[in-house]
């Protein structure tokens, strides 16, 4: 068990609509990634956030969105789901607080876009 | 750009038989390199990582890596594979500044038969 639970497991959207999806991450891990895994591939990059602020993103358009809360929750969201969207959604914690952390991973999100 | 290289898609052995998956990385300074398994149905697992000091790393189960820097490499071998190893394999990487995300290669698929 890595302490990052992801929900819902799966999720099924037509295309054009909008979805979030939720992470909930170990207390104390202040940074939180999301990565998108195609079929066959390895994970993504989308984004991450460090207390609360976007510090890095990977190659997405601005339609994938995030949110992190003090929580230590976040949220990715994605508006006009396309059908090239289908795919794993996982979501990723560490501290953040220094060089040689590790980073955990959840169970993910299966998200097919009809 | 960066990139990891991961050499084999796809890897069948017997048990017992010596493993060893590649990976090449593209990274401009300092970075820190890991090894995530994917069980069927489970999520992502670190195997091994690598920040500084001995090039060669001890993970779990046996599997070990060593970091040659010159050859922008960091191979994973185990020397006696079991039925329990078959899964998805992905090498990544991460630069050595707080912030950085994973880059993941497309994964090395490993089925071992009993």
């Known amino acids: 068990e890595t302490g990052v639970t992801q929900s819902p497991t799966h999720l099924i959207k037509t295309r054009g609509q909008q979805v979030t999806l939720r992470c909930s991450s170990q207390s104390g891990h202040n940074t939180v990634s999301w990565y998108q895994q195609a079929l066959g591939q390895g994970p993504q990059f989308i984004f991450q956030y460090y207390r609360e602020e976007e510090n890095g993103r990977g190659n997405f358009p601005p339609r994938f969105s995030g949110l992190q809360f003090p929580n230590y929750s976040s949220e990715l969201n994605v508006n006009a789901l396309e059908l090239d969207d289908s795919a794993l959604y996982l979501c990723a914690s560490r501290t953040g607080g220094g060089l040689t952390d590790t980073q955990y991973f959840g169970p993910g999100t299966r998200l097919t876009v009809l | 750009a960066q990139s990891v290289s991961q050499h084999n898609h796809h890897v069948i052995l017997s048990e017992a038989a010596s493993l060893e998956l590649g990976c090449n990385y593209s990274y401009g300074g300092t970075v820190n390199l890991f090894w995530y398994v994917q069980y069927p149905g489970q999520h992502l697992q670190l195997l091994l990582k690598?920040?500084?000091?001995?090039?060669l790393v001890k993970g779990i189960k046996g599997f070990e890596a060593e970091f040659i820097k010159s050859k922008f490499s960091f191979n994973l071998r185990k020397p006696s594979v079991q039925w329990s190893d078959t899964a998805e394999y992905f090498c990544?990487?991460?630069?050595?500044?707080?912030?950085?995300?994973?880059?993941f290669g497309k994964g090395t698929t490993l089925s071992v038969s009993s």
């Open positions: 690598y920040f500084s000091g001995d090039p």
């Open positions: 990544a990487v991460r630069g050595n500044q707080a912030g950085t995300a994973l880059i």
